[in-house]
């Protein structure tokens, strides 16, 4: 059977899913990795944890995979779907310069996507935000952009229930 035509969305695919001790060493299998703001059976949206880019989110794949193409082909089209109205969403509540999307995973092998507003101020523009800093923080604007950040979290739950935990009636 292919993966595609697999029943359940939390069978283990691929090597590292395969392997007990890469689950156990893996901080996105065993930690939240920040504020989680949504939840589903494949995936969820965290809000990280980072003081010079405070508008930084990921969304990591439930089940311990390494690759992009250790999904299904079903996966992999909800997995884009969820990363495209994550980031417009974040285009249009927060108004930023850029959105940067990445998907490294050289330091945690465990599918997951930045996805990082970026403005002119920060203290990394325009260079990646782990690069060396180009200019000090704006405390003033992090701060505000900081008490933005709850309600934000709001519509992107409630944008994401929307599209993936739909309530079915009959009637």
């Not at 035509?5 to 901080?27: E, I, T």
């Not at 703001?37 to 880019?53: C, K, Q, T, Y």
């Not at 250790?70 to 285009?91: G, H, K, P």
Request: positive net charge; charged residues 25%.
């Amino acid at each position: 059977m292919s993966r595609d035509a697999a029943a359940s969305p939390a069978l283990p695919s691929g090597p590292a899913a395969q392997d007990p001790q890469a689950r156990r060493d893996c901080p996105l299998c065993e930690q939240p990795g920040g504020i989680e703001v949504w939840r589903s059976p494949w995936m969820r949206l965290i809000r990280a944890d980072e003081a010079l880019h405070p508008a930084t989110w990921r969304l990591v794949w439930r089940r311990h995979v390494a690759e992009f193409s250790d999904l299904s082909r079903l996966e992999r089209v909800a997995c884009c779907d969820a990363l495209a109205l994550v980031e417009e969403q974040l285009r249009e509540q927060l108004r930023p310069r850029k959105l940067n999307l990445a998907a490294l995973g050289n330091l945690v092998p465990h599918l997951h996507w930045h996805l990082i507003a970026r403005w002119e101020w920060d203290a990394h523009w325009p260079q990646a935000v782990w690069a060396a800093r180009q200019r000090q923080p704006d405390a003033q604007r992090l701060q505000a952009l900081a008490q933005r950040l709850p309600d934000i979290d709001q519509r992107l739950r409630q944008a994401l229930q929307q599209r993936f935990d739909p309530q079915i009636t009959l009637e």
